[in-house]
T-cell receptor, first 109, second 114 residues
Framework: GENVEQHPSTLSVQEGDSAVIKCTYSDSASNYFPWYKQELGKRPQLIIDIRSNVGEKKDQRIAVTLNKTAKHFSLHITETQPEDSAVYFCAATADGLTFGKGTHLIIQP | DAGVIQSPRHEVTEMGQEVTLRCKPISGHNSLFWYRQTMMRGLELLIYFNNNVPIDDSGMPEDRFSAKMPNASFSTLKIQPSEPRDSAVYFC????????????FGPGTRLTVL
């Protein structure tokens, strides 16, 4: 089955700086790579996703890149704001999602 | 649409008791997923259904866990008998197709087994 590794487990950045979270996956059949944001006590919510026929996707301050050859994908958040503080999960799938262990992003004022 | 609905939101029970978690997917969605979240193991897929049929239950931890989807608008996850290590938040999610599309998560059920 699929195995997703996510790094780092905790990331602290100054407000206004950029944050990068990286994931690798093992199953070359995976073709959909979503990123979810989960605030404390809340449900995971999709913030951006990318499919295997695309190398990069951007939505305002958030971007995701995918390297299918190397089997890794990354989340980039620019101009970080306090409300970006949360746990971020990457996932990979052909059907059911396999999640990474999560990155706790802390935005320092 | 109210989104994915789960009940109960919180459940506290004693070891050995039967626990039933319920989920109503978003109307029109034909795939339903059950996840378990713990600090130690993160978010784990337990089972998913496509058009009410179980497709992959390899994530179900053991025979004490069972899931059903009798119709397109209702699913249950049952634990019998429950154990303290089953304490976790259980999420239900639904999506429009069985293929890779956005999954919408319910609010979760926080289960505590004493």
């Amino acid at each position: 089955g699929e195995n997703v590794e996510q790094h780092p487990s905790t990331l602290s950045v100054q407000e206004g700086d950029s944050a990068v979270i990286k994931c690798t996956y093992s199953d070359s059949a995976s073709n959909y790579f979503p990123w979810y944001k989960q605030e404390l006590g809340k449900r995971p919510q999709l913030i951006i996703d990318i499919r295997s026929n695309v190398g990069e996707k951007k939505d305002q301050r958030i971007a995701v890149t995918l390297n299918k050859t190397a089997k890794h994908f990354s989340l980039h958040i620019t101009e970080t704001q306090p409300e970006d503080s949360a746990v971020y999960f990457c996932a990979a799938t052909a059907d059911g999602l396999t999640f990474g262990k999560g990155t706790h992003l802390i935005i320092q004022p | 649409d109210a989104g994915v609905i789960q009940s109960p939101r919180h459940e506290v029970t004693e070891m050995g008791q039967e626990v039933t978690l319920r989920c109503k997917p978003i109307s029109g969605h034909n795939s339903l997923f059950w996840y378990r979240q713990t600090m130690m193991r993160g978010l784990e897929l337990l089972i998913y259904f496509n058009n009410n049929v179980p497709i992959d239950d390899s994530g179900m931890p053991e025979d004490r866990f069972s899931a059903k989807m009798p119709n397109a608008s209702f699913s249950t996850l049952k634990i019998q008998p429950s154990e303290p290590r089953d304490s976790a938040v259980y999420f239900c999610a639904s999506s429009f197709t069985g293929g890779p599309n956005e999954q919408f998560f319910g609010p979760g059920t926080r289960l505590t087994v004493l």
